[in-house]
Each structure stands twice: as structure tokens, then as C-alpha cells.
């Protein structure tokens, strides 16, 4: 995996490449505070990521993550549909897999136990997003 020179200087997120994907992991524990919410929404806002290119939201660092910033990923998640992109969650945390069951978001974010099993889902059925 990558780092390029274009996905640097993010805060709230880091991003690598790994082929034609994005791998967006989270770079904090606890994601709940107003200003980082905010500054997470900015983050993935200008995020430049190709149509062709897929996208992985890896959560592995995270134990807690409030109901705001995960209206942000259903805009990222609306916004990266729209745009022919495919898009993969991965590494959630028990609780917060229930808070997606829950909300019914399960349906939206389609979520692998690791960013290996995601890459292979990808290849596997890369229409299906």
C-alpha cells in the first residue's frame, strides 16, 4: 500500500492506495467530538477520488463513533454511489456493527471483518456496489 502525495494532510483520516482502491482508516479511538466530526465531513469532502477507483473505510482504530459523524459516511457513501464508485466498510467494532443493524444501515454499508477481505470482495463482485 501507498501514500500519495495528493491524499496527504488529512487529520481525521488516513489514506492509502492500494491499487485501484482507497483505503480510508479512521486515526482516531474515540470519534465523537463536535469539532473532529466536523473537520471528518471537510476531510472526505475533498477527498479526490477518481470514478474508476474503489473505496474501503477501514474502522480498525475505532471503539466509539457518534450517530453525527456516521451521517457524514452516508453522504460519503450517497456521494461515492452516485459517482459510479464502490464502496466497502471494514474492521467494525461489534457495538457499532449493532448500531448499523439497528439504524438499517447494514444494507448501505456493506462491511468485511479486515481491508484483505474487502480488496477481495472487490474483485470478487466489483459491479455490485
Not at 11 to 19: K, P
Amino acid at each position: 500500500m501507498s501514500t500519495t502525495d495528493d491524499l496527504n494532510g488529512f487529520r481525521c483520516i488516513a489514506v492509502q492506495t492500494e491499487g485501484a482502491t482507497i483505503i480510508i482508516t479512521f486515526t482516531k479511538q474515540y470519534c465523537i467530538e463536535e469539532e473532529w466530526i466536523k473537520m471528518l465531513g471537510e476531510e472526505l469532502a475533498r477527498l479526490p477520488i477518481p470514478t474508476d477507483y474503489s473505496v474501503i473505510v477501514n474502522f480498525e482504530r475505532v471503539s466509539t463513533f457518534a450517530s453525527a459523524a456516521i451521517g457524514k459516511l452516508i453522504r460519503f457513501t450517497s456521494h461515492m454511489k452516485n459517482l459510479g464508485s464502490t464502496i466497502r466498510f471494514c474492521a467494525v467494532n461489534p457495538a457499532l456493527t449493532e448500531v448499523f443493524r439497528i439504524m438499517r444501515l447494514n444494507v448501505l454499508f456493506l462491511t468485511y471483518p479486515c481491508v484483505e477481505k474487502a480488496l477481495v470482495s472487490l474483485t470478487c463482485d466489483p459491479e455490485w456496489s
